[in-house]
């Protein structure tokens, strides 16, 4: 990933702090960290025990020195907020301040990393049992964190329905498409009868 706006130093010292807090200092910055311009610097996370906390596997289940999700957002939590300004580039999405952050990075949990044989999501690849659960607080579950209560079930109130049913999409991740209908002389979906 690409940062902008944090020095070099002031990364390695907020990853060591999460790594330690919340990893058992397994998380750190891959040695191939540097300065790529004079205002920003790529670097990666690892870990050190590719089955230790903070470790995911590949997509295809092999082990290797990949962090994980929940560590990734929690060392890039703590950078944005002790530089709110700061913007991050990484392969999933691009992240300008800490409020941008806090908006986009909670949807690339369930982003598909696997082939289309084997689908799976990137907070799936977790080595650790749990791993993450005491995470940001801006990750809360949105019942649990939204002030205004929610609409009784039996409500027949049009806007409680819908905000109810907003806030359980909000919970629930994506279900995968599924297309219905005859398959075309190429074996592939005829786009001519979906939805029909």
Known sequence: MNIRGVSLDDFYAVTNDVSRRAYEGNVIVAPEARWSRRSSFNARLRVVN???PGARTAASGRHGPYACWHAYRDVLWQMFVANPDATARTALATYRGQSGFERDYPATRYRVVGS???PVSMA???VAEGCGAEGPPFLRVPDECDPRPLAAEGSDDVLA?????????????????????PVSLLDAPDLAYSGR
């Open 161 to 181: 329905r819908i905000e109810r049913e907003l806030r359980q999409a909000e919970i629930a991740p994506p279900e995968p498409m599924v297309f219905e209908g």
């Open 50 to 52: 590719s089955r230790g």
């Open 116 to 118: 289309v044989a084997y």
């Open 124 to 126: 799936a690849l977790c």
